[in-house]
């Protein structure tokens, strides 16, 4: 894929979702999204970080190489549903995190459609972050078109990074990985109950 000028959509600019957008705009793609049934806030982070509006998600459809679903996980399967009814023949990219017991059957539901499916998960916080957390926004893919997916944020604030695995259960195993655990305040009293 010519990654040099894309339509990119945006589903839907909020916190992250908009940071994305800006990200892809500044590359000097054409990022698109749907203001219809959105907020003022939404609307207002989808001009300031340059996305166009189209009106509509089915406008999306039509126009987009490329779309990204990045949104809180109860509307993620709603938002691969309502692309399924559309023509969309490009790649979608579902960036969100979904509970690792239903990613299988989440990654079926978007199996044997026009578009290709891209398992995705950010790690990290929206631009700006707070301060005093991470810098670090890495973009986990998974599928036949996550290089292509990748290379779009090469010389940007996010990584691509390929892996060989759902994106969405390496991010919640890290996630669990790093989580501390809490502090034993009790630890003698355990010890003697473990005997």
């Not at 698109?32 to 003022?40: D, F, K, L, T």
């Not at 916080?125 to 957390?133: D, H, K, L, M, N």
Request: net charge negative.
């Amino acid at each position: 894929m010519d990654t040099d000028s894309l339509k990119i959509g945006i589903l839907h600019p909020g916190r992250m979702g908009s940071s994305v957008g800006a990200v892809l705009a500044e590359q000097g793609h054409d990022v698109i999204w749907a203001s219809e049934g959105r907020s003022e806030e939404t609307t207002q982070r989808a001009v300031d970080g340059g996305l166009r509006d189209v009106k509509t998600l089915v406008q999306v459809a039509n126009e987009a190489d490329i779309i990204f679903s990045i949104c809180i996980q109860t509307a993620a399967y709603s938002n691969l549903s309502d692309i399924k009814s559309t023509d969309f023949s490009g790649i979608y990219v579902d960036a969100n995190f979904i509970d690792e017991h239903h990613v299988d059957d989440f990654n079926a539901a978007a199996a044997g459609k026009k578009f290709s499916y891209v398992d995705g998960c950010i790690y990290g916080y929206p631009i700006p972050g707070p301060e005093g957390f991470t810098d670090e926004r890495t973009f986990y893919l998974y599928g036949d078109e996550a290089q292509s997916i990748a290379d779009l944020f090469d010389g940007t604030l996010f990584e691509g990074m390929v892996l060989d695995e759902s994106a969405k259960i390496f991010r919640a195993r890290r996630m669990a990985e790093e989580t501390p655990d809490p502090p034993d305040t009790d630890q003698d009293t355990d010890a003697a109950e473990s005997d």
